[in-house]
Nanobody, 126 residues
Framework: QVQLVESGGGLVQPGGSLRLSCAAAGRTFRSYAMGWFRQAPGKEREFVASISRSGDRTYYADSVKGRFTVSRDSAKNTVYLQMSRLEPEDTAVYYC???????????????????WGQGTQVTVSS
């Protein structure tokens, strides 16, 4: 079993930055690929970024490429999402997820992940 807990969300002005964290407990975190998704009101959950077990491979949605960076610290059992140049369209609940079946794949659909955190709200507004 795995428990994932996101933190770091909040209210930020357009153009600002936030860093989200996802702390993992339980199963061997460092063995598996991780992903970040987001869900805005009335919309489906959408892929944001993914990272391999070792952290050497990443993949991003076109909408965040060049603005967001995903990373992980296996010693801390934590994955991060650094978000810069935030836009109102980035407003959503952000979720981290773990894929316990592989060490890496692009993982762009929610069905590819079997453990989820509770989410953290990010609001971009002036």
């Amino acid at each position: 079993q795995v428990q994932l807990v996101e933190s770091g969300g909040g209210l930020v002005q357009p153009g600002g930055s936030l860093r989200l964290s996802c702390a993992a407990a339980g199963r061997t975190f460092r063995s598996y690929a991780m992903g970040w998704f987001r869900q805005a009101p009335g919309k489906e959950r959408e892929f944001v970024a993914s990272i391999s077990r070792s952290g050497d491979r990443t993949y991003y949605a076109d909408s965040v490429k060049g603005r967001f960076t995903v990373s992980r610290d296996s010693a801390k059992n934590t994955v991060y999402l650094q978000m810069s140049r935030l836009e109102p369209e980035d407003t959503a609940v952000y979720y981290c997820a773990l894929d316990s079946r592989v060490s890496w794949r692009t993982g762009t659909t929610p069905a590819e992940y079997d453990y989820w955190g509770q989410g953290t709200q990010v609001t971009v507004s002036s």
